[in-house]
Nanobody
Framework: QLQVVESGGGLVQSGGSRRLSCASS????????VGWLRQAPGKEYEGVAC????????KYADSIAGRFTISRDSVRSEVFLQMDSLKPEDTAVYHC????????????????????WGLGTQVTVSS
């Protein structure tokens, strides 16, 4: 069974930074589209960033554009979400998710595109 595991969450002050990591011991994440999606308390899931297989394309939600960066380490089969200038409204559970069917240069932010999800990591931004 495909498994992805997130790490790196925690408590951070407003304006601070945090780097999340997504890894899998089962598949090579470099060969699949990977997205980061978050769910704040009482809100719907929001796709914040995605990266196509082999990292040729990325997309970002308007709410985090210019503050978050998604990247890959293909050698270690990890995907990262670097979060800078964090705001209290960024508080959420952040999930890494995988799509196995996208074309090599494609990615999308909508949650319906992702088949396999990690359990998530909590990020809390204090004001």
């Amino acid at each position: 069974q495909l498994q992805v595991v997130e790490s790196g969450g925690g408590l951070v002050q407003s304006g601070g930074s945090r780097r999340l990591s997504c890894a899998s011991s089962v598949i090579d994440l470099a060969t699949y589209t990977v997205g980061w999606l978050r769910q704040a308390p009482g809100k719907e899931y929001e796709g914040v960033a995605c990266i196509s297989s082999y990292g040729s394309s990325t997309k970002y939600a308007d709410s985090i554009a210019g503050r978050f960066t998604i990247s890959r380490d293909s050698v270690r089969s990890e995907v990262f979400l670097q979060m800078d200038s964090l705001k209290p409204e960024d508080t959420a559970v952040y999930h890494c998710a995988v799509n196995r069917t996208f074309a090599p240069s494609a990615c999308a932010l909508n949650r319906i595109n992702y088949e396999y999800w990690g359990l998530g990591t909590q990020v809390t931004v204090s004001s």
